[in-house]
């Protein structure tokens, strides 16, 4: 499977942050300290809803970083400002690596396919080539999305627990004043975008994802915890003990 290396290349080889959306080497205390922050080489724009509730919607500025050929993780912030408030997380996988999931774990994750076809899916700063070469290997992949901080309910502190997000997947669905307003803050055209992208590969769905489609709908939710009994070492009775009724150990 080749989309998730081939993206990085033409990321890393061919296609620099434009200026605000990364981080160049410098001296110490500035970006060479930053670790792991140093690796972020790709800036995507889009938008994702709460799963379960489609009206929620969101524009996600995703920063991302390759963690293996099949995997990367974008840091997700409301805007592309200095003091933008990071919101949550996404992981993007290959088809291929998605395929490798159980049915349970492909319910938390989304496709790319609408996303990158309809032209909602953009990376401002990179050339149109860059991005077109881009745009064909993430159309195949999968994301799992994270909300920390529900910036529509309260922007002044981060309460509450994550909530998964997820992608959309036809028209009509997302709210189209929010895809203009994001347009004439980048200075881009997403349906131009999209009839660049008439030709990218649109293979099935991989089964098990977008499950709210379905009416599976998976969401966090806060409580108590349950009991855990401190596990034997030693001896023949080496791990923990009998749950009592009604509980379990985890």
């Not at 509450?160 to 307003?181: H, K, N």
């Amino acid at each position: 499977m080749k989309d998730i290396p081939v993206m990085i290349g033409v990321l890393l080889a061919a296609a620099a942050p434009a200026p605000g959306h990364g981080c160049a080497p410098g001296p110490p205390g500035a970006c060479a300290a930053m670790g792991p922050l140093r690796s972020i080489h790709a800036y995507l724009s889009g938008f994702h809803f709460y799963n379960g509730a489609p009206s929620r919607q969101l524009a996600a500025h995703h920063y991302c970083a390759r963690v293996s050929p099949e995997v990367m993780q974008c840091v997700i912030y409301d805007s592309s400002d200095p003091d933008a408030r990071l919101v949550g997380i996404e992981y993007i996988v290959s088809a291929r690596l998605f395929r490798t999931f159980s049915a349970a774990e492909r319910k938390l994750w989304h496709s790319h396919r609408f996303e990158v076809t309809s032209g909602q899916l953009v990376a401002p700063g990179l050339t149109e080539a860059a991005e077109k070469v881009l745009m064909k290997e993430l159309v195949l992949t999968y994301g799992k999305t994270w909300q920390t901080w529900h910036v529509d309910r309260n922007g002044q502190a981060p309460l509450g627990i994550p909530q998964l997000l997820m992608g959309f997947t036809a028209e009509g669905q997302i709210d189209p004043g929010r895809v203009a307003a994001r347009d004439r803050e980048a200075g881009l055209s997403s349906a131009a975008r999209k009839a660049r992208r008439s030709d990218l590969p649109s293979g099935p769905i991989e089964p098990g994802a977008d499950a709210w489609q379905r009416g599976d709908v998976l969401q966090l939710r806060i409580g108590p915890m349950q009991e855990v009994r401190p596990a034997v070492t030693t001896g023949p009775g080496a791990g923990p003990g009998p749950a009592p009724a009604g509980r379990r150990w985890w």
